[in-house]
């Protein structure tokens, strides 16, 4: 486990695995750490042969926080978008997508498998977009294109993602009953994760890191980032989508959007699943990313 300084940003990161092992990267959604890919889901990674790059996206964790640039004004983020202005951002998901490229490098690796979910997945979209000549193989999990048409999260799933949380820094239960809260709404319906598991992750993160303005930052990139489609169109690396039949938050429209525009991609829905990784789908996403990377 190390800080290193990548595209100009402070970047937390840590290796597990054999040297000799298929190197992949793994990036975690929006507002979350890379606590996120759980120890025993990253063992059985390293088991199938990886040799496993976790890393805190910049704003969050134990990475650089851009708490100088402010919170952002999501109206006009996307009222600028709407007028196909830019949207004025602290950073943008193309900035995020660079520095684990920049990681990549920094660790020496020429070529690597990448893999994100949620907003980790349009990060992994925009890598092998961007950045092709290192992606031996991109999975997107619980992802989505940015097609503006596609069907919205449930307002309880939504509410539950952007409502304001209690101070963690003077109100720590309070900041852990509403995690707890979110994650019991966008979780996956048949497979729901004892509450005692859900606090001791809560209780843990906050351990780790209180930083709650990084969400906001992060959302904000998400909002002003583009239409993949058209991109995604263009890739030729292989590629598996793997996403909830029953995500409440990104709709498994999202995933299939994502499929349907990606030349090489293969589907993978799982049923049950909602908007996180209960250990029971553990198989079938280690077997997702599999189908990618023996592809490649």
Known sequence: MSIAKVNGVEIWHDVIGPEDGKPILLISGVGTQSTRWKDDFVAQLVDRGYRVIKMDNRDIGLSQKFTDAGLPDYKQILAD????????????????????????????????????????????????????????????????????????????????????????????????????????VIGSPAYPIPEAQLRADAEADLDRSIHPTGFARQYAAILATRDRRAELQKLTMPVSVIHGVEDPLVPVSGGRDTAENCPTAEMIEIPGMGHNFPPEVYEQVLDGIDRAVSRA
Do not use: W
Not at 101 to 125: N, P, R, T, W, Y
Not at 126 to 143: D, F, Q
Not at 158 to 169: F, K, Q
């Open 81 to 184: 978008k709407a007028a196909g202005k830019t949207p004025k951002v602290a950073y943008t998901l193309s900035d995020m997508a660079a520095d684990g490229i920049a990681l990549l490098d920094h660790l020496g690796l020429e070529k690597a498998h990448v893999c994100g979910f949620s907003m980790g997945g349009m990060i992994v979209q925009l890598m092998a977009i961007e950045h092709p000549e290192k992606v031996l193989s991109m999975t997107s999990v619980m992802s989505t294109t940015g097609n503006p048409d596609l069907p919205r999260a449930t307002d309880e799933a939504m509410a539950a993602l952007t409502r304001p949380r209690p101070d963690a820094l003077t109100d720590r239960e309070g900041a852990i009953q509403s995690r707890i809260e979110t994650d019991k």
